[in-house]
């Protein structure tokens, strides 16, 4: 079956192409680099012919609260019409658990937000993906948590997973039917922020020291012990964060 990553060069983007390929389809990665560009809909529609599904695993460049907006605002946009087009039959777009939450102080969740509205009111049968923080994510926590040498995160939960099982997920989802609804799916635990990061840190000689502090924020938000865990319903997806880390560390 034919289907077309968008995002597709990125960091889950290319895992998903991997796996689906690996799996015998004919996986598609679609991304300015590769003559197709949703936000302005250059090369969509060559892309989109015969295609059974489409998975939106783009990213906008800048996750500054406008220009984020305006990415997911018009690339999704420009996707479904071009999707109608070319009767596609799924449309699956991989968001972030807790990004309705996080709305009211982030742009960048309004952002998705907007884009997960689009897709349920849109004219494609869909599968919305909601994925905890990648692994991969956890340096820019820690950087956007640094102030001279000294890491401050509040002590909260998460549950967060790797961009391998995010692949999986979306895979999964995208040979699945489509649920137009949302599915969560997470790591195989919970952590406490801060000690994840330590952790993580650790592991990689990094000597800043990671400090739990009622009063910091998860980048610049506001949040609860909560907020950033899925529902109780969420797929638990199998990479450990210790054997993870592990194997990254080596590898440099
Ligand atoms: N980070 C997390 O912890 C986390 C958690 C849950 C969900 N997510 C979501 O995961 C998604 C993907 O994240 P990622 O880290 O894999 O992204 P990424 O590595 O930054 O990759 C972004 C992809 O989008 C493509 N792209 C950029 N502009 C485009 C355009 N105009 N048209 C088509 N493709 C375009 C890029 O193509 P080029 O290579 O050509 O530039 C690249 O393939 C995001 O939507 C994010 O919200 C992230």
């Known amino acids: 079956m034919k289907i077309v990553v968008v995002g597709g060069t990125g960091q889950v983007g290319s895992k998903l192409v991997k796996t689906l390929t690996a799996d015998g389809h004919e996986a598609v990665a679609a991304a300015p680099s590769t003559g197709v560009d949703s936000l302005t809909g250059e090369g969509l529609a060559e892309a989109l012919a015969g295609a059974a599904a489409v998975v939106d695993v783009s990213n906008s460049p800048s996750t500054e609260d406008d220009a984020a907006m305006d990415f997911f ?65 956890l340096r820019t926590i820690a950087d956007s948590a640094t102030v001279d040498a000294t890491v401050r995160l509040p002590a909260v939960l998460i549950r967060p997973m790797a961009a391998v099982d995010v692949a999986r997920a979306l895979a999964v989802a995208t040979l699945g039917d489509p649920r137009n609804g949302i599915l969560e799916v997470g790591g195989p635990r919970e952590f406490l922020l801060p000690d994840l990061i330590r952790t993580a840190l650790t592991a990689r000689g990094d000597a800043r020291q990671v400090i739990a502090d009622a009063t910091a924020t998860y980048l610049g938000l506001a949040v609860d012990e909560r907020t950033l865990l899925p529902g109780e319903a969420a797929v638990a997806h199998d990479v450990r964060f210790e054997d993870w880390i592990i194997e990254t560390a080596a590898k440099g």
Not at 78 to 85: I, P, V
Not at 110 to 128: F, H, N
Request: aromatic share 8%.
């Open 73 to 137: 605002r018009r690339s999704t946009t420009h996707l479904l019409e071009a999707e109608a087009d070319a009767r596609v039959g799924h449309h699956v777009v991989l968001s972030v658990v807790g990004t309705d939450r996080l709305a009211p102080q982030s742009g960048y969740s309004r952002a998705k937000s907007t884009q997960e509205g689009l897709v349920a009111a849109g004219p494609i049968p869909y599968t919305i993906v909601r994925a905890t923080q990648f692994f991969e994510f």
